[in-house]
């Protein structure tokens, strides 16, 4: 291999998917959207006789056989889309009390597979560049003053996402940070996948996912 | 307890749990005590605040750096700010586990397996070898994507896009590999006191192909004189306690792995990968070889393993500790079981440790060296920074 570098990248070619155009090319199975009903046995309570709560749920395969992954990625809601982001979306992570792996799949989401740049997602150093905060975790009271002030230091208008079952349920670990009123996003999963966030993300900036209806499967680059 | 016992302190100081200090085969009610220093600014110098939210950070800590402008005369690091308590005693073994897991979720492979085997030295379980190859692939495939991850983040702060990102994508990959493997691209309830449930299929073609990409990434890193000159002499440590990566790179034979007799590493002739210069270029390099070697004995195990189904521990009673090497460093368990539930829960993360030599080693270097010296330690806070109650 060449140790000049720019050759060495041109070589390898193009990385990337065109997930969220196409489907997802590896998509896991946990977690993603389960289908099922009559599981009883949920540590958070997240099956109850009304059905699946997905924003609390851990993903711990409990509720195998009754309850099974379909692989579907779209395990969000986004209850506020800001069109003003659409051409850019800068969001700000803020870790409040979280394991490290919410962190690395948002950190994921720009490794060449999914590249969120290339869909104008950025990812920033300080809340007063950002267009969304982006939390991680269970509340921890370390962390309450940093969220608030990050939360103010942060120009109009403004998202706030959850990520992960800690951040938008507490999950099987504490508190969540906010009351769910307060987020206009919501990603399940425990880690969502890089999938399931690029997906959320992008619609958060009033992006289409339109790879639920395109039939067109992206080949996993290896 | 097969494999540790209550005494005074003897031999390598591992890590302190919130009751216990724990060395290599003795666990002791005598703290090892780790004083936090502190620096009161000359004339001229300033204290540089940084963290615990902003960019630059994985995780949420804070530092204090004193400065009198470039030079960085002490570094105060506070990894407690993001505390959890997590809610683990009264639990079964079966429900902390998965309290366990998201211990370090990015090392929960390692965290779930030392709990485990905890476990199954304190009921006398006995565990098939072929299961502990299971656990075996587990572990250092783990440790093949957290070696990526310091890699990819040591060549950030030089700039070097092209090699961060062949390394990103190569540890994206990985984590497909261990998705493929566990069904979790984090490992979670893959394993269980007893038992472990992995799928190997095609996984051998898979890893096969990160290698040979990494040892190409890696031969191209070391022609790269102005890298290179970034990582040495920056945050030079050789003495104390070091765990790990950080202690094999600076000539200490020391290895959880050495020590280990239930997961078969002496069987596929396990050697750890040991350095002479213990500053961020050896630890660069040191977990640089570890990711060649942990594929190459995952290779090897893929023709020995076996799965098997949880072991029910309703009613039993016992105490028992473990230790594992994690990516950075020992990663030491101990519980007590009444009635088939947690009654007492103690853990030792090698965070600990490596944040104290990370402080110590930045002592004179520069703002610059910062960040690839906190990164070649690859330190995850959430380990520490966690409370079992």
Redesign the interface.
Do not use: C
């Given at each position: 291999m060449s140790s000049i570098w720019f050759l060495n990248g041109l070589r390898k070619g193009i990385k990337t998917e065109r997930y969220p155009s196409a489907d997802p090319a590896a998509a896991p199975q946990w977690p993603s959207r389960l289908s099922g009903s009559d599981a009883g046995n949920c540590p958070v309570d997240a099956i109850t006789s009304d059905g699946w709560i997905i924003e609390k749920c851990i993903f711990c395969r409990r509720c195998l056989p009754d309850y099974q992954p379909t692989g579907e990625q779209d395990i969000f809601t986004v209850k506020k889309a800001e069109t003003a982001f659409r051409k850019s979306f800068h969001v700000f992570p803020l870790d409040s009390g979280a394991c490290g792996s919410c962190n690395m799949e948002f950190l994921s989401i720009f490794s060449p597979q999914y590249d969120a740049n290339r869909l104008g997602i950025f990812m920033v150093n300080t809340p007063r560049h950002a267009d969304a905060i982006v939390i991680m975790g269970v509340m921890t009271p370390g962390m309450k003053e940093a969220l608030d002030r990050a939360y103010e230091a942060m120009p109009e208008p403004r998202l706030v996402i959850a990520l992960g079952a800690c951040a938008v349920t507490g999950g099987i670990v504490g508190d969540a940070p906010l009351d769910r009123e307060k987020y206009h996003v919501e990603i399940a999963g425990c880690p969502p996948s890089p999938y399931t966030v690029l997906a959320a993300l992008n619609a958060a900036r009033g992006g289409i996912n339109s790879h639920t209806d395109s039939g067109w499967r992206s080949e996993e680059v290896r | 307890m097969r494999y540790y016992r209550f005494g005074n302190p003897q031999g390598r100081f591992l890590g302190n749990t919130e009751k216990y200090s724990v060395y290599e085969k003795v666990i002791s009610e005598q703290k090892h005590e780790m004083p936090a220093e502190t620096y009161q600014n000359l004339p001229g110098e300033l204290t540089f605040a940084y963290g615990?939210?902003?960019?630059?950070l994985?995780?949420?800590v804070a530092f204090n750096m004193h400065t009198p402008g470039e030079v960085i005369k002490h570094i105060e690091v506070d990894p407690?700010?993001?505390?959890?308590?997590?809610k683990v005693k009264g639990l079964t073994p079966r429900?902390a586990l998965?309290?366990v897991e998201?211990?370090?979720?990015?090392?929960?492979a390692s965290n779930a397996v030392a709990f485990e085997m905890a476990v199954e030295d304190a009921l006398d379980i006995d565990v098939p070898e072929e299961v502990q190859y299971s656990r075996l692939i587990m572990l250092e495939l783990e440790r093949i994507r957290s070696n990526l991850?310091v890699v990819k983040r040591v060549c950030e702060p030089a700039g070097?896009?092209?090699?961060q990102?062949?390394i990103?994508?190569l540890?994206?990959?990985v984590?497909?590999i261990i998705?493929r493997l566990s069904?979790?691209?984090?490992f979670?309830?893959a394993s269980s006191v007893g038992g472990c449930q992995i799928s190997k299929s095609g996984i051998e073609t898979?890893i096969g192909?990160v290698r040979k990409e990494f040892q190409?990434?890696f031969?191209?890193l070391l022609?790269?004189k102005i890298f290179l000159n970034r990582l040495q002499n920056n945050g030079n440590i050789s003495e104390g306690s070091l765990l790990g990566p950080a202690a094999r790179a600076s000539g200490m034979k020391v290895d959880a792995r050495l020590d280990e007799k239930l997961i078969p590493y002496r069987k596929l002739g396990f050697r750890p990968v040991i350095f002479d210069e213990p500053d961020a270029f050896g630890r660069f390099y040191v977990r640089s070889q570890e990711i060649l070697a942990s594929a190459d004995m995952i290779l090897e195990a893929l023709d020995n393993n076996e799965n098997s189904t949880e072991v029910d521990t309703a009613g039993m009673n016992g105490e028992g500790a473990a230790r594992i090497e994690s990516p950075q460093g020992d990663l030491f368990y101990y519980v007590k079981i009444s009635d088939g539930r947690i009654d007492d829960i103690q853990m030792s993360s090698p965070s600990l440790l490596n944040i104290d030599a990370f402080r110590k080693s930045m002592a004179g270097n520069i703002f610059t060296d910062y960040h690839f010296n906190w990164e070649s330690f690859g330190i995850?806070?959430?380990e520490l920074?966690v409370v079992m109650q």
């Open positions: - | 615990p939210a902003t960019g630059g994985m995780e949420s407690y700010v993001k505390t959890r308590r997590l429900d998965l309290m998201r211990i370090n979720g990015f090392h929960a991850e070097f896009g092209v090699p990102n062949q990103a994508y540890r994206e990959n984590a497909r998705s069904g979790h691209r984090y979670f309830s898979r192909g190409e990434i031969d191209a022609q790269s995850w806070i959430s920074a």
